[in-house]
């Protein structure tokens, strides 16, 4: 059951003194149990900021002296929270990684608002878990607001407690709507698509402008929560829609079916450019944008330099542009007849070897991934690889496992009893999700002999 922790202490809020100009400093610190990194490191949006090791009992702490208050993220790899850290805080952080996210619990001065946030977070992904709530899609739009304004209500009331027994500033019970209010207009953005595709219409659904009442409320450009994930993901989703709309009231069929990606893409990017103002969050939508693009494109053409000429014209950060780049170079190399990827992995026994050297059997090969932290991902995709084998006995399925602790790794792959000649390890999580185009868990790689055959198969859909 989800928690909500209220009735806390007061919280007090620290500021950098008028007189002074001295901010009070900031301790960060926790302690991990089963620890799968050696290392926490602290970003604020995607800068770093500063990394610690733990120590013999698997402790840390950060002492941080003036840095600007807000919304940071830790990471443990492979995985990673949100904290948000005010002047004067005293934090303490204690988790398992076995749950990470529903073992987090924070105490010390500063834990009310990252309990309340955590909790939000937690709510939110038992909702998106519940086959209740995915059936609210089939109801009529009226029924349907009622019912995400029912479940935003309930969380709001809690809200309204947290501020009742915590004394915390405007931009701190900024934070904590946002992680309401944002996740229940993400709902709402999805539902014409959702309600079209789950009922069988013809069309979507007519929706009158109380439908959309809350884009009025919206901040387009909150530089605060440009990183915060309900914020963003409802952003990609919100330009998305609105694309669509207006291709579909305005522009040829084809670019509404799906044939002209780059006429929908572009439509997008012109709506950013033309609403967002703030430009880390104008930089990150296109971003997104030029990878949604690319990836579903799959095919280098004229079309797609046309696309990445626009998007290096709008964007403004370098990496951004580089990191495109890259994408587009690994679909050329992903491309049927091309050679495999020579990624370096590690297997059982800790050696590194290198994929062409793993594919090079003379025969059909499956490259899927795999990571511990998607755990039901991985029972599903375990199951499913058995029934493949059985299916095509002359293929060699191989497994290469991302974001996960080497040490543990090895304990699933004893646990699960698979076949350690056919899985190896990924270190390097960037590298091999660049190089092979992981844009999903269910992707797969097919080659014959160190020859890519389809670069960008589905293990549920391809085979």
Avoid at 213 to 235: C, E, G, H, Q, V
Avoid at 406 to 426: A, C, S, V
């Amino acid at each position: 059951m989800v928690r909500f922790l209220l009735g806390l202490s007061l919280l007090s809020i620290s500021a950098c003194s008028d007189k002074s100009g001295q901010c009070t400093p900031i301790f960060f610190g926790g302690e991990i149990v089963n620890p799968t990194s050696d290392y926490v490191v602290l970003y604020h949006n995607d800068t770093y900021v500063d990394s610690v090791r733990l120590d013999a009992n698997n402790r840390f702490s950060f002492d941080l002296n003036g840095i600007e208050e807000g919304l940071y993220h830790f990471t443990h790899t492979p995985q990673y929270q949100n904290v948000y850290l005010q002047n004067g805080d005293s934090l303490l952080a204690r988790l398992n990684t076995i749950e990470f996210d529903e073992t987090l619990v924070f105490s010390g001065k500063g834990s009310e608002i990252n309990n309340f946030l955590i909790e939000m977070f937690l709510a939110n992904e038992v909702e998106e878990e519940n086959p209740v709530v995915h059936g609210y899609y089939l109801l009529d739009p009226e029924e349907f607001s009622q019912k995400i304004d029912s479940m935003q209500a309930i969380k709001l009331s809690h809200l309204k407690e947290f501020a009742k027994n915590n004394e915390a500033s405007e931009r701190v019970m900024a934070m904590a709507e946002a992680s309401i209010d944002y996740n229940a207009y993400i709902y709402k953005e999805k539902y014409p698509f959702y309600h079209k595709k789950k009922t069988g219409e013809d069309k979507f659904h007519d929706l009158d402008e109380s439908f959309y009442a809350y884009r009025k409320d919206i901040d387009l450009s909150n530089k605060d929560l440009t990183y915060y994930r309900p914020y963003f993901n409802f952003m990609q989703l919100h330009f998305g829609n609105l694309s669509y709309m207006t291709c579909l009231e305005n522009c040829n069929p084809d670019a509404i079916n799906g044939s002209d990606h780059l006429h929908f893409n572009k439509h997008k990017l012109a709506l950013v450019d033309s609403l967002v103002k703030e430009t880390e969050l104008r930089d990150i939508l296109f971003r997104n944008i030029a990878i949604d693009y690319l990836v579903k494109e799959r095919n280098p053409n004229e079309e797609c330099q046309i696309f990445i000429d626009k998007f290096h014209a709008l964007s403004s950060n370098e990496e951004h542009k580089e990191e495109i780049d890259d994408l587009y170079t690994a679909i050329k190399n992903l491309q049927p007849n091309e050679e495999v990827p020579d990624l370096a992995l590690r297997d059982a026994d800790n050696n590194v070897v290198h994929l062409k050297d793993v594919v090079n059997k003379k025969k059909n090969t499956v490259i899927y991934f795999w990571t511990a932290s998607q755990k039901r991902h991985f029972r599903n995709i375990s199951q499913h690889i058995n029934t493949l084998q059985k299916k095509y006995p002359d293929y060699r399925f191989v497994g290469i496992n991302l974001k996960t602790s080497y040490p543990q790794w090895k304990l699933l792959l004893e646990e699960y009893g698979l076949e350690t000649d056919n899985q190896f390890y990924g270190e390097n999580f960037k590298e091999i999700q660049t190089n092979m185009v992981v844009d999903g868990l269910n992707k797969c790689v097919i080659t014959k002999d160190t020859l890519v055959v389809d670069g960008f198969a589905n293990l549920y859909t391809s085979l």
